[in-house]
């Protein structure tokens, strides 16, 4: 079983569309991320949730909204998608806020034509 | 804001040579981590680093974090093509407790056989 798993892999899609991403872990933790890695591979937070809470909000452009239903689920939904919102999408969990070892999802790609 | 810089951004090597990546800080440390990620995948957690000076090793791996907890080493002895990926540290500042890890930019080893 895949311990943080995200769908879908890869999403094209037009400027100005809007998508979603989801992310579920079965790890039983309580902390869950999501981080965007460009072109460069530099890896940024954009939000962090522990037990359904948003604890970390990085300066990110308010057309991300992430949601947590509960804290084994966290989604991002992106609205009028821009060129520059290509790139990876990693989910990634850990035990608690601490700041323990990550675990990540496979990615989204995210191509915005 | 805390930065975390990381050297060289990228590696030749030739399969048999030893690699290194250094990792430094703007702030003090709690705790370092390094992550692998592989050509395609997602960045796997290799091994956290917490006291002042503290040196670990994983087989070929040696892993060192700085006196000041400002900076921290991956060596590798003998590469291997299973080696090739990019390599992460990952800095937690002290103050707070939100587990915000900053990564630094990554690098990337290419190994030739």
């Known amino acids: 079983d895949t311990a943080v798993s995200q769908t879908p892999k890869y999403l094209v899609t037009q400027m100005g569309n809007d998508k979603s991403i989801k992310c579920e872990q079965n790890?039983?933790?309580?902390?869950m991320y999501w981080y965007k890695q460009d072109s460069k591979k530099f890896l940024k937070i954009m939000f962090s949730y522990n037990n359904k809470e948003l604890i970390i909000n990085e300066t990110v452009p308010n057309r991300f909204s992430p949601k947590s239903p509960d804290k084994a689920h966290l989604n991002l939904h992106i609205n009028s998608l821009e060129l520059g919102d290509s790139a990876v999408y990693f989910c990634?969990?850990?035990?608690?806020?601490?700041?323990?070892?990550?675990?990540f999802g496979s990615g989204t790609q995210l191509s915005v034509l | 804001g805390q930065q975390v810089m990381q050297i060289p951004q990228y590696q030749h090597v030739q399969e048999g040579e030893d690699f290194t990546t250094y990792c430094n800080s703007s702030t003090t440390l709690s705790n370092i981590q390094w992550y692998k990620q592989r050509p395609g995948g997602h960045p796997v957690f290799l091994i956290q680093?917490?006291?002042?000076?503290e040196v670990k090793k994983q087989k070929r791996l040696t892993f060192q974090f700085g006196e000041a907890k400002k900076n921290s080493s991956l060596h590798i002895t003998a590469t291997q093509t299973t080696d090739v990926g990019t390599y992460f540290c990952?800095?937690?500042?002290?103050?707070?407790?939100?587990?915000?890890?900053?990564f630094g930019q990554g690098t990337t080893l290419q190994v030739k056989p």
């Open positions: 990952a800095g937690k500042g002290r103050s707070g407790n939100t587990g915000k890890l900053i």
């Open positions: 790890l039983g933790h309580d902390t």
């Open positions: 680093l917490v006291k002042s000076g």
């Open positions: 990634a969990s850990s035990f608690s806020a601490a700041g323990e070892k990550l675990f």
